[in-house]
């Protein structure tokens, strides 16, 4: 079975820019959940997916935001680019169970 | 979600036992303890996890303290592929998410310890 992807795996954007990342569960799961990971922060929460419905969100700015399709394929939106939101942006799914979450390679952002 | 404690770094030799410690002093009834590491540039991996009672897969053990108030990580025989930053997470899990009608997929990840394998 094939593991979570993440496209692009390396992305670079100026100031004010926007970018979306995507990402492909591992088939049959239907929770996507997203992480950003910074040196300083280490690994924050952002949103978690289910059914294509917003379960629920960490603390970060509006300029953040996500979607989930009927196939449970997912992309993250991130506006208004800022120096700061450089980061590897990881994405994880599960089907259902509340223990086990299966995380993608990341994407690397550098906003410039 | 409750705090956890860990060391921020730990080294061992290969082929022998690590032991990795996590405090939760403020872990309620509910918590489950979770392990999960990450490798040099790729996301983190589930290890283990566990309620009350010690516990065992293939890639490690998970002994709980009678008070629940701590836990110890065991990688029996260290190997370089272990090298990674170790995370202990308490997360609680609601009694719908076995009812396959909602998910709840938030980690709450510290600082981790980051251990290190000498040949």
């Known amino acids: 079975k094939a593991g979570v992807t993440q496209t692009p795996r390396y992305l670079i954007k100026t100031r004010g820019q926007q970018v979306t990342l995507s990402c492909s569960p591992i088939s049959g799961h239907r929770s996507v959940s997203w992480y950003q990971q910074t040196p300083g922060q280490g690994l924050q929460f952002l949103f978690e997916?289910?059914?294509?419905?917003?379960?629920n969100k960490g603390n970060f700015p509006g300029r953040f935001s996500g979607r989930q399709f009927s196939n449970s394929r997912s992309e993250m939106n991130v506006s208004t680019l800022e120096l700061g939101d450089s980061a590897l942006y990881l994405c994880?799914?599960?089907?259902?169970?509340?223990?086990?979450?299966?995380f993608g390679p990341g994407t690397r952002l550098t906003v410039t | 979600d409750a705090k956890t404690t860990q060391p921020n770094s730990m080294e061992s030799n290969e082929e022998e036992p690590v032991h990795l410690p996590c405090n939760h002093s403020?872990?309620?009834?509910?918590?489950?303890i979770h392990w999960y590491r990450q490798l040099p540039s790729q996301g983190p991996e589930y290890v283990i996890h566990g309620l009350t009672s010690n516990v065992n897969n293939r890639m490690a053990s998970l002994a709980i303290a009678e008070d629940r108030k701590s836990s110890t990580l065991i990688l029996h025989r260290a190997t370089l592929r272990d090298a990674a930053v170790y995370y202990c997470?308490?997360?609680?899990?609601?009694?719908?998410?076995?009812?396959?009608?909602?998910?709840?997929?938030?980690?709450?990840f510290g600082q981790g310890t980051i251990l290190t394998v000498h040949p």
């Open positions: 997916y289910f059914s294509e419905t917003q379960r």
């Open positions: 997470i308490l997360r609680d899990t609601p009694s719908s998410e076995y009812t396959g009608g909602t998910s709840y997929g938030k980690l709450t």
């Open positions: 403020t872990i309620s009834g509910t918590d489950y």
């Open positions: 994880a799914s599960k089907f259902g169970s509340p223990y086990e979450q299966y």
